[in-house]
Nanobody
Framework: QVQLVESGGGAVQAGGSLRLSCAASGRTFGSGAMGWFRQAPGKEREFVASISWSAGNTDYADSVKGRFTISRDNAKNTMYLQMTSLKPEDTAVYYC??????????????WGQGTQVTVSS
C-alpha cells in the first residue's frame, strides 16, 4: 500500500515562496513518475507539475512554469515543489499523486491528504 504524505503548506503574501514535500512509502520508487496537483475552492483538481523518478524529466502547467520547480530525492523517496513568486490565484489545496501518466494520476493510483497553500494580496 503506497502512502503519500504532504507537508510544507502555509500562508504567505503575494511574491513569497514555499516549499512543499511529499514523502512516499510502500514500494520502491525507482521508476515511473509522480506529480503535484491542486484544487482551489469551487474548482476541479488540476495538474501542476510532474517528475519521473529515474531520469528526472519534468513537466509543468503553463500557469506555474518559470515560478515553480519540481524535484525529487530518490534516496529519501521524497518529491518537492519549490514555489516562488506566489500569486493569490495559487491558493489551493496541493496534493501529490502517483503514478502519473502524462498529466493525470492513473486510475487506482495513490493520493496524499493534501496541504493548504494560501497566498494573500
Amino acid at each position: 500500500q503506497v502512502q503519500l504524505v504532504e507537508s510544507g503548506g502555509g500562508a504567505v503574501q503575494a511574491g513569497g515562496s514555499l516549499r512543499l514535500s511529499c514523502a512516499a512509502s510502500g514500494r520502491t520508487f525507482g521508476s515511473g513518475a509522480m506529480g503535484w496537483f491542486r484544487q482551489a475552492p469551487g474548482k476541479e483538481r488540476e495538474f501542476v507539475a510532474s517528475i519521473s523518478w529515474s531520469a528526472g524529466n519534468t513537466d509543468y502547467a503553463d500557469s506555474v512554469k518559470g515560478r515553480f520547480t519540481i524535484s525529487r530525492d530518490n534516496a529519501k523517496n521524497t518529491m518537492y515543489l519549490q514555489m516562488t513568486s506566489l500569486k493569490p490565484e495559487d491558493t489551493a489545496v496541493y496534493y501529490c499523486g502517483e503514478p502519473t501518466l502524462g498529466r493525470h494520476v492513473v486510475p487506482g493510483g495513490s493520493w496524499g491528504q493534501g496541504t493548504q497553500v494560501t497566498v494573500s494580496s
